[in-house]
């Protein structure tokens, strides 16, 4: 592993036990608290996709807004929100998803993306896939084609990669943890 992705690791605090009993929760805003780990996250997806068509980010609530918001200024692209229901002030439409135990639904402006737009997800952590797959649904309602989504974190074991790759979306993902 090279020395900026070994920071990146090093600076994620794992918390066990978080939010519920067996779950060891992955704490970004540890990362973001140390300014050279923060700053190698960005770089090391900004030099991923620099040269790939993008023409829009779009990141997920919240977490995905941190490292997607600086993503998009460093490419020089539009940063769209996709946000739990009643957050966005325009015209919106949404997109409910299955969570463990019930359902959740994400809602983005319906002027956010255009038919053409090649868009780039942005969230924090891949585990099984549901949020970003709800949010590639919104985008794709809405005209836009989707084939990359990138990640801080990925849980291997959670088969979210397996996911994306079933809906043509190639993950990217800069560090690996085992577990839930």
Do not use: C, W
């Not at 023409?55 to 919240?62: A, D, F, L, Q, R």
């Not at 970003?132 to 074991?157: C, M, Q, S, Y």
């Amino acid at each position: 592993m090279n020395e900026q992705l070994q920071l990146i690791k090093s600076s994620i605090k794992s918390i066990p036990n978080h939010p519920k009993e067996g779950i060891i929760f992955r704490d970004i805003t540890s990362l973001i608290e140390v300014s050279e780990a923060f700053q190698a996250t960005v770089d090391l997806i900004v030099g991923n996709y620099k040269n790939q068509g993008i023409t829009k980010v779009v990141g997920t609530e919240s977490r995905g807004f941190i490292f997607g918001a600086p993503v998009a200024l460093a490419l020089g692209l539009p940063f769209v929100l996709v946000r739990k229901p009643r957050k966005l002030p325009r015209e919106t439409i949404s997109q409910s998803y299955q969570l463990e135990y019930g359902e959740d639904t994400l809602e983005m402006h319906v002027d956010s993306v255009k038919a053409g737009d090649n868009v780039l997800i942005i969230d924090d952590l891949l585990a099984t896939g549901g949020t970003v797959d709800a949010t590639i649904k919104l985008i794709k309602r809405l005209g836009g084609d989707v084939k990359h989504a990138a990640f801080v974190i990925n849980l291997p074991e959670l088969g979210g990669e397996e996911r994306l790759r079933s809906l043509g979306v190639e993950p990217f993902t800069l560090v690996n943890f085992e577990g839930h």
